[in-house]
């Protein structure tokens, strides 16, 4: 996730911080984005200068369950979210949204593994929305809806495969988020002045738009189906299996055939044009602009270039698709294959881009298990940034080091540190900076040929799986053959900034 908060009272001034600290782009708003199912004209492929065909609506396949099998737990900070009884394997949305009634009609077939025998289970899903129907394996259960909490009142036997189907409509509602941050105050199903939709879902959220065991270390596959209303378009994660229009609106589905957590999963309907382009290694980029967007977009745009950038430090990109939807936030989130940007100049930039890009490695292909651990994601991350900064000139790597560094024992002060951080202060620049200072200081003890073939050796070895702090420390203990384990305590628990270096062992 990107994060534009500033520090008050501190002299620093790094990228990922302070929306005043980048100057506004001076390059005039680009054409209008075309090649959409509006009908507009096609736009030229920003890469291999063909024309765009429009979105590219590819085959669905039958979801491979095995995949999904996760082992979930309770969250270590935020328990109320999520059952470590369930193992959601599937999620089979569809949905429907009426703008003028602000109204979401769903229906959810969830197919999940029992992870332990039990009484009864639940999933998290908004109190705004009501449950009309429940039914497991196809009989009618009995169900308490308790705030967020939709309890299913039916034993279930461990390693059992269940399916749970939920029929359930309303308006549905964001939840407050557990952050002090200045970009966001609510999280999950946000709806516009002009009924368009966009979600962003960390550390929790998308609860208030599906049943859902919203917890990271449960990863499953999807199929959303969205109908929209006319002249809108919904998009989601994955790819495009279908699109078609009618008099009543516009049906897209989408599929995602590659685990995920639920934070992850995003969902946008509103008034979109579809362009694209093409990375060098070949990978299709779609971009899912609002019509009429007047902002420039050149920085979006370099998404398929900067693929190139991180492939040659981090090995392939490791899903099928990838796609850009612009949405009326400020924040931006790296959702799986689709990512959610906001609307102002900052997010839209190349180095915010690059920063979510780097997140379908880590943090979509290796994910937290527990949200104690954010930091696995935002470090390795917010060190890549910097290093693309320094590369197409727009900080130097030696200026954002300094800073942060500058900057350290107040995050911890304030803050805590990365590894335990104040829960009501979710995404502060501590899970950022800091242990992008340890990466970085990894980095220059090893040489970047090494640094780097460790940190993809991390995701080869936990491709589609959540992950906790102790594997990694033991992978890299494994691969560098050093005892890290005081390096790694120190930057990640400890309550003083670690002297420069790595400790020799």
């Known amino acids: 996730m990107t994060r534009r908060r500033a520090l008050p009272a501190l002299a620093v001034c790094l990228s990922l911080a302070v929306a005043g600290c980048s100057e506004d782009a001076a390059d005039p708003a680009p054409a209008r984005p075309a090649g959409s199912p509006s009908g507009a004209a096609p736009a030229d492929d920003a890469a291999s200068g063909a024309p765009s065909r429009g979105p590219v609506v590819g085959d669905r396949v039958e ?26 394997l599937h999620y089979d949305l569809d949905l429907t949204w009426d703008r003028d009634a602000r109204r979401l009609t769903g229906r959810a077939v969830v197919t999940f593994r029992a992870a332990r025998s039990a009484p009864r289970f639940q ?8 449950v009309d129907a429940v039914t497991l394996d196809g009989r009618a259960v009995r169900t308490a809806h308790r705030g967020k909490d939709l309890v299913v009142r039916a034993p279930i036997e461990e390693d059992r495969h269940y399916e749970l189907a939920v029929a359930y409509a309303g308006t ?34 998308a609860f208030t738009w599906y049943p ?29 299996t279908e699109l078609a229009t009618d008099d009543e609106g516009t049906t897209t589905s989408w599929q995602l055939v590659e685990p995920a957590s639920s934070y992850l999963i995003t969902l946008a309907i509103g008034a979109y044009d579809h362009s694209s382009n093409t990375s060098r290694s070949g990978l299709r980029v779609d971009y899912w602009t609002p019509r009429r967007f007047t902002r420039p977009l050149q920085g979006v745009r370099t998404a398929a270039d900067t693929v190139d950038w991180i492939e040659s430090r981090l090995g392939d990109y490791p899903f099928d698709t990838l796609g850009l939807v612009v949405t009326d936030s400020m924040s931006a989130m790296e959702t799986q294959t689709m990512i959610t940007l906001g609307s102002n100049d900052y997010v839209l930039s190349p180095q915010v881009v690059a920063h979510e890009l780097v997140h379908q490695w880590y943090g979509d292909q290796v994910s937290p298990s527990d949200w104690r651990d954010v930091w696995l994601n935002e470090g390795m991350t917010m060190l890549l940034q910097w290093i693309y900064e320094d590369e197409h000139d727009i900080r130097p790597l030696r200026q954002s080091l300094r800073a942060a560094r500058a900057a350290d024992q107040q995050l911890r002060d304030q803050y805590g540190p990365p590894g335990a951080y104040d829960r009501r202060q979710f995404g502060s620049s501590n899970i950022y900076w800091t242990p992008a200072l340890m990466w970085d200081e990894l980095r220059v003890e090893l040489g970047d040929e090494e640094f780097f073939r460790i940190a993809r050796s991390w995701l080869e070895a936990n491709d589609n799986a959540s992950a906790s702090r102790e594997q990694l420390y033991e992978h890299w203990e494994r691969e560098t053959g050093r005892e890290l384990s005081a390096f790694f305590d120190g930057w990640i628990t400890g309550d003083r900034t670690p002297e420069p270096g790595v400790p020799v062992r």
């Open 172 to 205: 549905p509602e964001p939840a407050a988020a557990p952050t002090t941050r200045s970009d966001f105050s609510e999280t999950g199903f946000t709806v516009t002045r002009t009924g368009e939709v966009w979600t962003m879902q960390e550390p929790y959220g």
């Open 63 to 88: 979801p491979d369950l095995d995949l999904a099998r996760s082992t979930p737990v309770e969250d270590s900070v935020y328990p109320d979210v999520g059952d470590p009884r369930v193992d959601a």
């Open 212 to 240: 859902v065991n919203d917890q990271p270390a449960d990863k499953a596959l999807y199929d959303i189906t969205v109908h929209a209303p006319p002249r809108w378009t919904g998009v989601a994660n994955g790819t495009l």
């Open 123 to 130: 999933l998290d899903l908004g109190a705004p929305l009501r």
